[in-house]
């Protein structure tokens, strides 16, 4: 190997090493695009199972709400007949 291949061979590793080096450094340095409790609520608003379970969620709460209220009716009427002596 002459002199100025050798020369050469060594700039070009240098030069690699020292491309690998910033490169590492740059993607060290930046920030991630999206953090992952971003990825995480992203990923549940746009899924359409969630978005299901979301409407049965909804009609379960109504459905409790509806049946609280006929209950608080029974026992209004019951606490009124108790006070009033009818039935």
Same mark, same amino acid.
């Given at each position: 190997m002459t002199r100025q291949r050798r020369y050469l061979a060594i700039v070009f590793v240098?030069?690699?090493l020292l491309v690998i080096a910033?490169?590492?450094?740059?993607? @060290?340095?930046?920030? !991630? /695009?999206?953090? *992952? @409790?971003?990825?995480?609520? /992203? @990923?549940?608003? =746009? =899924? !359409?199972?969630?978005?299901?379970a979301d409407k049965r969620v909804e009609q379960a709460r109504a459905a409790?709400? *509806? *049946? @609280?209220?006929? /209950?608080a009716q029974e026992h209004r009427r019951r606490i009124e007949a108790l006070y009033t002596g009818t039935e």
């Open positions: 240098m030069l690699s910033l490169g590492r450094r740059a993607w @060290a340095d930046t920030e !991630p /695009l999206m953090h *992952e @409790a971003l990825v995480v609520s /992203l @990923a549940m608003e =746009n =899924n !359409p199972q969630m978005a299901i409790v709400a *509806e *049946e @609280a209220y006929k /209950l």
